[in-house]
């Protein structure tokens, strides 16, 4: 997504949000692949009576991490599906006023979530958790993968909102 010509210039936070933003959108395609690619090889050992016996639990995990880790990227390029019943009709300051109350709300929504995700990683790492499979996985390690989408998350919308009150008339 370029700005247009004649739009005010993304201050540096921004642009090292939209930085990690991407690079996590690319994990997060990554990821996708990755699931993509072992059920196809599950799918093709089954022809011959054999299995990886980790496969959903590895696409579980995967699948988590593409989700959170592709939040910021969908967030920055308006992939966020929303209900725009009032908002679309709203004009003037009330739509500026309802913007606002959105990202706000988002970003303390986020950052609480992130709050409670990092209280989640570290009672998990402290007590040594595992996931009940074959791969004993320490549950502290999927999980920080969503405290990490979750932080780039709530970095992208606090740039937002920085950047917006840095170009206030």
Wanted: a neutral charge; hydrophobic letters at 55%.
């Amino acid at each position: 997504m370029q700005p247009s010509p004649d739009a005010p210039s993304r201050g540096a936070l921004d642009r090292w949000a939209g930085r990690l933003a991407r690079a996590c959108g690319v994990l997060a395609a990554t990821a996708v692949v990755a699931i993509l690619a072992i059920v196809c090889i599950e799918t093709v050992l089954r022809q011959f009576d054999a299995s990886l016996l980790v496969t959903d639990e590895i696409a579980g995990y995967l699948n988590a991490a593409a989700i959170f880790l592709g939040l910021a990227w969908t967030l920055r390029e308006g992939g966020f599906i929303r209900v725009e019943l009032l908002y679309d009709r709203a004009v003037g300051n009330l739509k500026q006023a309802l913007r606002w109350l959105i990202v706000l709300t988002a970003a303390i929504f986020s950052a609480l979530t992130l709050w409670v995700c990092i209280r989640q990683v570290i009672y998990a790492f402290d007590r040594d958790t595992r996931a009940v499979s074959i791969i004993d996985t320490p549950e502290w390690i999927p999980q920080s993968v969503m405290v990490l989408g979750l932080a780039v998350l709530l970095l992208q919308l606090v740039a937002w909102i920085v950047d917006r009150v840095r170009h206030i008339p």
